[in-house]
Nanobody, 115 residues
């Protein structure tokens, strides 16, 4: 089993920044892809950004140039630096981690961007 603890969400004005963190603990044989998803009210959960164990990244078009994903393998932690936030970025953000054979989700952290 793998446990994920997220932090860093909150309320911010448009144009502001937040940094999300997600730390994995438990049976950490190998962490493969680590990523962030988000789900706004009434919408489906969508991929925001992902990063492989080798550091390869991918981003949703809607956040390219504003968000940066990174990971610290020594700390089993993935980060999401969010700059130039917009009201449409308001959502619950979820961390997701894949290990051989399965994937785990965090509990989610609320990000609210006011206009």
């Amino acid at each position: 089993q793998v446990q994920l603890v997220e932090s860093g969400g909150g309320l911010v004005q448009a144009g502001g920044s937040l940094r999300l963190s997600c730390t994995a603990s438990g049976s950490l044989f190998r962490l493969d892809v680590m990523g962030w998803y988000r789900q706004a009210p009434g919408k489906q959960r969508e991929l925001v950004a992902g990063i492989s164990s080798a550091g390869t990244t991918n981003y949703a078009d809607s956040i390219k140039g504003r968000f940066t994903i990174s990971r610290d393998n020594a700390k089993n932690t993935v980060y999401l630096q969010m700059n130039s936030l917009k009201p449409e970025d308001t959502a619950v953000y979820y961390c997701r981690v894949t290990v051989p054979g399965t994937a785990y989700w965090g509990q989610g952290t609320q990000v609210t961007v006011s206009s």
